[in-house]
């Protein structure tokens, strides 16, 4: 399934919808699934094909390693990229279609 901006994917058999928020880019993600991690590895993936400069560098990643600060960065996706900003805005809420 291919992700754009302001996409909405809501499958009601998942738990959460989270809307990601990358602000530097004004770009928004809602996104259906039942953990974090996975609404943020259908955004990187999205976002390394479509606006890989928006993904950090093998350089840039080494230096923000050796300074700490790696894991301040949003990673995920299929290779384990990074976002190049810390400027994202993760919201979750109970998708409603779920059955309790």
């Given at each position: 399934?291919?992700?754009?901006?302001?996409?909405?994917?809501?499958?009601?058999?998942?738990?959460?919808?989270?809307?990601?928020?990358?602000?530097?880019?004004?770009m928004e993600f809602q996104i259906s699934a039942n953990h974090?991690?996975?609404?943020?590895?259908?955004?990187?993936?999205?976002?390394?094909i479509e606006y890989p400069d928006v993904i950090m560098t093998?350089?840039?990643?080494?230096?923000?390693?050796?300074?700490?600060?790696?894991?301040?960065?949003?990673?995920?996706?299929?290779?384990?990229?990074?976002?190049?900003?810390?400027?994202?805005?993760?919201?979750?809420?109970?998708?409603?279609?779920?059955?309790?």
């Amino acid at each position: 399934m291919k992700f754009n901006e302001n996409y909405i994917a809501n499958v009601p058999s998942l738990k959460y919808n989270y809307l990601i928020k990358v602000v530097d880019r004004n770009m928004e993600f809602q996104i259906s699934a039942n953990h974090e991690q996975d609404a943020f590895d259908y955004v990187v993936n999205y976002i390394s094909i479509e606006y890989p400069d928006v993904i950090m560098t093998l350089d840039q990643e080494d230096e923000m390693r050796a300074q700490g600060a790696l894991e301040e960065y949003v990673s995920g996706g299929n290779k384990g990229k990074y976002l190049a900003t810390k400027n994202v805005i993760i919201e979750r809420t109970l998708n409603k279609g779920v059955k309790r």
